[in-house]
Structure formats: C-alpha cells, structure tokens
C-alpha cells in the first residue's frame, strides 16, 4: 500500500483548482481529481525505499575471512582480500567482483582510503606498510614502512590528505595511533592504548575517533589542521561485543561496525546512540559509503567472507557527486 501525507493531497487538491480556474474550467473535477491523485501515488511509490534494512550485495565466500576495508571510488567499491590473501577485489554497481590488483608477496591489506587526487592507500599489516596505489595504472609503492608499527590496521583521512593509523596489539590488548603525512613523514600519536582499530575524521576535521575493540570504547580528540591531536574524552562506551571499522555521514553521525553483535550503531555527534542497524551476518570488518548518491552503506562481514548492504538518510564526509 502507497502512503502519502495529507499535505501532498492538499497540495495537489489545490493544483487542481488553480488548473480549473485558469486552464480548464470544462472538466468536471469528479474526473480531473481521481486522475491527479493517481499520478501523485504513483509518484510517491517511485521514490519510498527502505532505509537501514540490510541485504546481500556479494554472496557469501566470494572473499577470504580476512575481507576488510571497504572503500568506494568512482562507482567502484574495493575491498580486501578476494579470493585469497594479498589481493584487493573491485566491486561493480551490480555486486559483480573482479581482481584489481594482487600485493607484493608479504604483503596482506586491511583499510583502504582514497584522498582527494583519488590515490589508493592501503595498511598492509603483514609488511608493516602504508602502501599506495594509483588506480588508472595500478601503479604500487611504499609510502611508508614502520619495524615499530605492531600491525597497521585501518587508516583514516584529512581532506589535506593527512592520514592516521590504527596499530593494535592482539596478543597483549594493546594499541597505539600514529600520523602519516602525504611525503611519508610518520610520527606516534599515541601509545598503551587499549586495542586500536576503526578510527575517523569529522566532517569538519576538528575531531579524530578511536575505537578499542576488546574494551569495547570510542575516544574523541580534537584535532588541528595539522593533525596534531589533543584534549582526548571518552565518546562512547559499549557493554557487549566488539568495535571494528568506522565511518561518518556528512551529518557527523558515526557508523560504527559492532563485530559479534551483527549490528552497525550509529552515533550520534554528541555520543548519544540513536539506533543499531542489524545485519544478517555476525561478524563486520567494517564500513563504507558509497552507490549513485552516497548513501549506500557497505559493510564487510569476516564469517560469511560476503558484503552487505543497507540505504542510509545521510551520503557519507565528503561524498562526491
């Protein structure tokens, strides 16, 4: 059944009377209305969708386990480790994947981020690099190789291209943050932190989110323009399950992978949790905007090496048209 509001019918109430005052006052309006009205339902039924409800967008085992990373370009969504450890697989409109490149051997992916000049930075965790890649050419160097890195895990962006690191320890529940700059300059941010994964940017560059994943927190530090950080303050803390993989709207709300829970929350700026959106999987890596418009969420599930997807209210920081 099609729903419109009573103020779109009294709108096309009243465009009908101005019509039959100007344009048409011959047509009996028991015959105009019903035809109008038919016109605007249909209207409305072209535009309704369901927003937050998650279905499949690559079928299960297409990826490996270790599937994480999203990130979306050019109607291109990619993501790691397809088919087999060390690639990153390139996904159509359609859900249709196809190889985009395979690693240097050594070397397995993990975050994915895209700066404004639309190159490719990959933390490769295996070889304790930030690699980069130029998608036309597919052309791969090493931005960045760190011995002191423990695992660099997910990688968050500046629109100056200024990128940040999470480095977690597993073994030892530990983590730290570090700074990359677009010439390969590094410098720690943080260390003895709980376990570092998903981390963001504000849409107004003034903030920088960590999470921990086993202690379940999401830390806050304002930021400069630089990406010098400061003033850290608890976010959000969660009761159950893990954190992974985060993303913001342009809104500023904060999406946010709860791994075991099979859920995305999302946070609100003010670090009120206004919903979860749940998943059919258990277990996501992580999120990405992306589609025509931007306000198609992705997100990667590790147990059922698949990807999942849902229509959000907001387009994604800085989606481009």
Sequence with gaps: MVSCSKTQVARMQTSCVMILDTKILFVDMKY?????????????????????????F?????????????AFLNGQLYAVNYREEGTIGKVDDHGNVTMFIELPEGSIGNGIRFD???????????????????????????????????????????????????????????????????????????????TTNGIEVSPDQKTLYVNESAQRKIWKYDLDEKGNISNKTLFYEFEDAGL??????????????????????ILTPNGKLAFEV???????????FGGNDGRSIFVTMQDRGAIETFRAEHKGRGFQD
């Excluded at 105009?32 to 279905?55: D, H, I, Q, V």
């Design 58 to 70: 690559v079928p299960d085992s297409v990826f490996t386990t270790g599937i994480e990373g999203p």
């Design 116 to 194: 404004l000049d639309e190159q490719m930075f990959v933390a490769d965790y295996a070889g304790h690099n930030i690699l980069k890649i130029i998608p036309e050419t597919k052309e791969l160097s090493v931005l960045v190789h760190e011995p002191d890195m423990n695992q660099p895990n997910d990688l968050a962006i500046m629109d100056n291209g200024i990128l940040f690191a999470s480095d977690p320890d597993w073994k030892n529940n530990k983590g730290q943050i570090w700074r990359i700059t677009p010439e390969g300059e590094v410098t720690l941010l943080e260390k003895n932190m709980g």
């Design 32 to 56: 105009l209305l019903p035809l109008l009205l038919a016109t605007l339902f249909a209207s409305c039924s072209s535009k309704t969708e369901r927003l937050f409800e998650a279905k499949d």
């Design 244 to 265: 992974d993989g985060m993303r913001c709207d342009e809104t500023g709300q904060l999406y946010v992978a709860r791994y075991d829970a099979g859920s995305v929350a």
């Design 278 to 288: 749940k998943l059919k999987g258990k277990k996501p890596t992580n999120v990405a």
